[in-house]
């Protein structure tokens, strides 16, 4: 018979150490993929705008915009465009005065009264604390 000379780890040390080394790696890439999910729907949702409008006459409506910050920082709203058909903006008038402060997880509301019957959607120009200018997504009318 050959003799060995040579010792190794215990089959009971080597199991810990493999199973610790795959719980470690489970975690990290766990971690990896939950921080990239955040960041997509972080993305995705800025601002959620909820938008309702009431004619005050043919050509004139009385425009509210329910505003909600879903960005983990405070933003301030800079503007509220009109949008054309044609995707042109014009900055409209806001009776309250620009620009509000949101913060994190925060709600505000915006009224505006819109005379040009031409615009069909409105969207918000905002800034982020960390200095980024951004614009929402379009909401109709209706």
């Known amino acids: 018979m050959a003799r060995r000379d040579r010792k190794g780890l215990s089959p009971l040390v080597a199991t810990v150490v ?11 890439i766990y971690s990896y993929f939950q921080e990239s999910v955040d960041k997509m729907q972080g993305l995705s949702e800025g601002l959620i705008i909820d938008v309702s409008q009431a004619s005050l006459s043919q050509t004139t409506r009385l425009v509210y915009l329910e505003v909600l910050n879903n960005h983990d920082v405070q933003v301030s709203v800079t503007a509220v465009n009109g949008i054309y058909p044609n995707g042109t903006t014009v900055q409209l008038q806001t009776q ?7 913060a994190p997880g925060g709600k505000t509301s915006i009224n505006t009264i819109v005379t040009d019957p031409g615009i069909v959607a409105v969207s918000i120009s905002y800034q982020t604390i960390d200095g980024r200018n951004l614009t929402s997504e379009p909401q109709q009318l209706k």
């Open 18 to 28: 493999l199973i610790s080394a795959t719980i470690l790696g489970g975690m990290l």
């Open 96 to 102: 309250e005065t620009l620009p509000i402060q949101i």
